[in-house]
């Protein structure tokens, strides 16, 4: 056992185990560092990363990259969810780098902290047309010990880099909002909507601004690609068939085979982006579709005492990817009868929904529409319908008593207030007491814990980001809106008064992302990272 054993994250108690010598992110390290004159080995990840679990068990686990990293470095973890302000500084300078970016992400500092090197996944032994982390250990080691002049001089061209220009001011126009348009339907998917190619991306802020802007134009072309990419997403395997909600994003762009790790920011858009089409377009299956991923928020990412917790890993282990979510047709044979099953088989059961690396094992997809099913089997529709229903009830329950992938039960501010906002326009839409009830018991909660003597924090000892200000305060507004009650609004603009006293750029204008600079930088973005 090292010495995270002592921290609040699950991710770097995940990691207390190993006998890698692991900091978390601490002056200490950087310290010894220092005075021993190591570079620092870096590994930024999360509890839900499949990849991250992979790079654990390959390297972190191997006695000779053990004894490299002990020997050579002075190594820290950090788990990107509780610290994203200092994960993002590394991702970007990885990204300069021309590394591609993403998790886990492996990165090699001096012992002030500027990165010389970095990466992404690194096998053990060079592999998938990268090289072997022993080898990486090795030359990264010799590189430091031999040419710190060289490495001196990148560091501070690529921190330079990473310090952003001055945005020159602009003017928000209509045409700015237009072209903003037509450059989101230009990356439109047309054969299997969404936006780009694989690996897919729900991107629920573009959709967002989509449906907003069709309600006001009714722009047909608009429409349709709203609506073809809601129904996509809903019908693949990156949506859970069977137990709601949705996964990450897709690997093929078909929206079949997902990254399995269901992420409460993502089902908090997601939901948000259903219930606005189901009071646009009027469809049922969008509210269908809101209404699961509320009962998969409930029932894995739902605190007893009212709060919501942050993610679902992707797998048990990390041998078997997308094991708990994906089935054997031997398994669905045994669990349905002979009706049910040739019924939900001609649903749900598809080929392209083959795991590549277990290939009796199926992602469940919608390959069929009800009415085509009908006409093949010749059976009444409401039977159909009741079949597909019983199915699904028996998996769901079979899969509930199943042992299930990890839940990370830590309470973020930021994801909070997405999903207490996403659950006020749910009651909105839905008519349901329920959510309002749920909504207002969690923010109540999330400001006993997260708010106190006017110090708003991220998580446990971890202050308030500019993402944790923004969506406590749209929930507050959210809960005003709903309420009527005045407190939510005093409490919302006593909240904003204190981001703008602490993150207002008062030079430049614009709002910094964290209080204190990384790397002496401190980053005003307005992309979306991952979510709006």
Not at 31 to 46: I, Q, T, W
Not at 49 to 76: Q, Y
Not at 148 to 166: A, C, G, M, N, P
Request: aromatic share 12%; glycine share 6%.
């Amino acid at each position: 056992m090292n010495r995270l054993t002592r921290e609040k994250s699950s991710y770097l108690k995940h990691s207390s185990y190993q006998k890698i010598d692991w900091y978390p992110w601490c002056d200490e390290a950087f310290e010894r560092a220092k005075r021993e004159d190591k570079p620092v080995f870096l590994s930024s990840g999360a509890i839900w990363c499949h990849w991250c679990h992979v790079m654990a068990k390959e390297c972190f686990e191997d006695d000779e990259i053990i004894s490299l990293l002990n020997e050579k470095f002075v190594c820290i973890k950090l788990d990107r969810d509780e610290r994203p302000d200092i994960d993002r500084r590394y991702q970007l300078a990885v990204q300069t780098m021309g590394m591609g970016g993403g998790w886990p992400l492996s990165v090699f500092l001096t012992p002030y902290g500027k990165p010389f090197f970095g990466g992404t996944y690194f096998p053990p032994e060079d592999r998938y047309g990268r090289p072997g982390f022993k080898k990486v250990l090795i030359t990264v080691y010799e590189f430091y010990r031999n040419h710190k002049d060289r490495i001196e001089e990148y560091t501070e061209r690529l921190i330079s880099v990473l310090k952003q220009k001055r945005k020159e001011a602009g003017r928000i126009s209509e045409d700015l909002i237009n072209r903003g348009i037509e450059l989101i339907i230009a990356s439109y998917d047309p054969q299997n909507s969404g936006f780009g190619l694989a690996p897919k991306f729900p991107m629920p802020g573009a959709l967002e601004f989509l449906i907003n802007r069709y309600y006001f134009s009714r722009d047909e072309t608009i429409g349709k690609i709203v609506k073809n990419t809601l129904y996509a997403m809903a019908k693949g395997g990156i949506h859970d068939q069977i137990g709601g909600g949705f996964h990450r994003y897709s690997t093929d762009a078909e929206w079949i085979i997902p990254h399995f790790e269901k992420m409460a920011d993502d089902n908090a858009w997601l939901l948000r982006n259903y219930l606005d089409a189901y009071a646009v377009f009027g469809d049922s299956y969008f509210r269908e579709v809101a209404e699961g991923i509320i009962r998969f928020i409930v029932m894995v990412l739902s605190e007893r005492e009212g709060c919501f917790y942050a993610s679902q890993d992707a797998d048990i282990t990390p041998d078997d990817e997308g094991g708990y979510f994906t089935w054997r047709k031997e398994e669905l044979k045994d669990l349905l009868d002979r009706e049910e099953f040739e019924i939900f088989s001609l649903y749900l059961l598809n080929e392209k929904g083959r795991m590549h690396h277990d290939p009796s094992k199926y992602v469940l997809f919608i390959s069929r529409e009800i009415p085509e099913i009908v006409s093949i089997l010749n059976k009444d529709e409401e039977l159909v319908k009741n079949r597909i229903k019983t199915a699904m009830e028996k998996l769901l329950d079979y899969r509930n008593r199943k042992e299930s992938p990890f839940v990370d039960k830590n309470i973020y501010t930021s994801l909070n207030g997405m999903l207490i906002s996403a659950y006020l326009r749910a009651y909105r839409i839905l008519k349901n007491q329920t959510l309002r009830d749920i909504a207002l018991k969690s923010l109540k909660r999330l400001l006993k814990l997260r708010f106190m003597d006017n110090e708003l924090f991220h998580s446990e000892d971890v202050k308030g980001m500019l993402d944790d200000y923004v969506y406590l305060i749209d929930a507050l507004i959210c809960s005003y809106e709903v309420t009527g009650n005045d407190r939510y609004l005093k409490e919302a603009e006593r909240l904003m008064d204190i981001c703008i006293e602490k993150l207002w750029d008062r030079d430049n204008g614009g709002f910094f992302d964290s209080e204190e600079a990384v790397l002496g930088v401190r980053l005003k973005g307005i992309e979306d990272i991952p979510h709006p």
